[in-house]
């Protein structure tokens, strides 16, 4: 999911620059497919970095607690994940609703009670497996889409949050921490997931059901979770940690061609495409840490920037869009979307500063500051 986790717990991992930049990058990525930009047609593949992303920084967090305290306390765990997360969603579905009841017609509104609630209890994912049969999300966002469609990736996620540390802690007690045992764990689990997506994909039929659902999905997360394992507690000798500075660089003009080429209707993609989306995602991640190109491209200001608010911007751009559209703006596509980008970054940055950093960090928020909000 978009969104930092280095502030949650700053004792426990080292903060990467890099990373807040690959979470920039991807979130450009969504921005520009949900614009319809045809030289961004693969822009919707930033998810997928999201998920493997977030499967590396949560194993490492977990990771990190279980060397610290010879334990990990779960409760723990899903407050902190709880505090990050609902606050700024539940303002997001609040401000849709709203949006949706003044602006939208009968039949948004009926759509919307469903995909609103659907998207409370992060279950939106499942309907959309189930209900958006007929069209590829790519056609259904370039047409009617639903204004909290964009919360099919973040119900995955939310699943994700609240199985896996549960299994995470089961599972290391039985193999006692050993680290090769876990890796092989959760390498039988992604293979698994990849098996799963093979299984219910059909070239001539809907894809749906592979593309929206969590158990073919997990895949990208798992990797995630498999690099963290691997990494853990290691420093790369020389000659690894330049490999990894120049398969990084290699990995991010991978990234870029595929974001801006690959058709989500292509068969590929279903057919071993995510996986290798996110493996060369984790190469990517591991550049970050690393001396080299990668790690000094994703450094930039702009992009560091962009992830740190990266999560508010993906909650909040999408009924943004929706209501900043060509027939009620009447500007052609360019102007159009710096226009509903500036409004996004502007919801974002109040979201960040105003809501989420001060529940994250316990604090109260100034008179002032929230006189201006």
């Not at 540390?165 to 876990?182: E, I, M, N, Q």
């Not at 990668?294 to 992830?307: E, N």
């Amino acid at each position: 999911m978009p969104g930092g986790l280095e502030a949650e717990n700053p004792r426990a991992l080292t903060y990467l620059p890099a990373l807040d930049g690959l979470r920039g990058a991807a979130v450009a990525a969504v921005l520009l497919f949900h614009s319809n930009f045809s030289w961004a047609r693969g822009g919707y593949l930033g998810v997928s970095a999201f998920f493997t992303l977030s499967g590396f920084l949560i194993t490492s967090l977990l990771l990190a607690e279980r060397a610290a305290n010879g334990s990990i306390s779960l409760g723990r765990f899903w407050a902190r994940r709880a505090r990050r997360l609902l606050p700024a969603a539940w303002v997001a579905l609040v401000g849709t609703a709203l949006l949706v009841f003044v602006l939208g017609n009968h039949h948004d509104v009926t759509q919307f009670r469903l995909d609103g609630a659907y998207a409370m209890f992060n279950l939106a994912n499942w309907r959309d497996a189930y209900t958006l049969t007929h069209q590829s999300y790519a056609d259904v966002v370039a047409t009617s889409p639903s204004p909290v469609l964009h919360f099919w990736s973040l119900a995955i996620e939310e699943q994700f949050y609240l199985i896996f540390p549960g299994l995470f802690v089961v599972l290391a007690a039985r193999a006692r921490g050993a680290r090769r045992t876990l890796v092989l764990i959760f390498g039988a689990l992604t293979v698994a997931s990849l098996a799963l997506m093979f299984l219910f994909y059909s070239p001539h039929g809907d894809t749906s059901r592979v593309y929206f659902g969590t158990d073919t999905r997990a895949a990208e997360l798992l990797v995630g979770v498999v690099l963290a394992l691997a990494l853990s507690g290691r420093v790369l000798p020389r000659v690894w940690s330049r490999a990894a500075a120049v398969g990084g660089a290699g990995g991010l003009v991978v990234l870029a061609v595929a974001w801006s080429r690959v058709r989500q209707s292509n068969p590929a993609l279903y057919r071993g495409g995510l996986f290798a989306h996110a493996l060369v995602t984790a190469l990517v991640i591991v550049a970050a840490r690393e001396p080299g190109p990668a790690r000094r491209a994703l450094s930039i200001a702009p992009l560091r920037a962009l992830g740190r608010i990266s999560y508010g911007v993906y909650l909040y751009h999408f009924p943004i869009f929706w209501w900043l559209d060509a027939d009620r703006t009447g500007l052609a596509t360019a102007p159009l979307f710096v226009l509903r980008v500036g409004v996004t970054l502007a919801a974002a940055i109040v979201s960040y500063h105003w809501l989420e950093l001060p529940i994250r960090q316990g604090r109260r928020v100034e008179w002032r500051r929230r006189r201006a909000v």
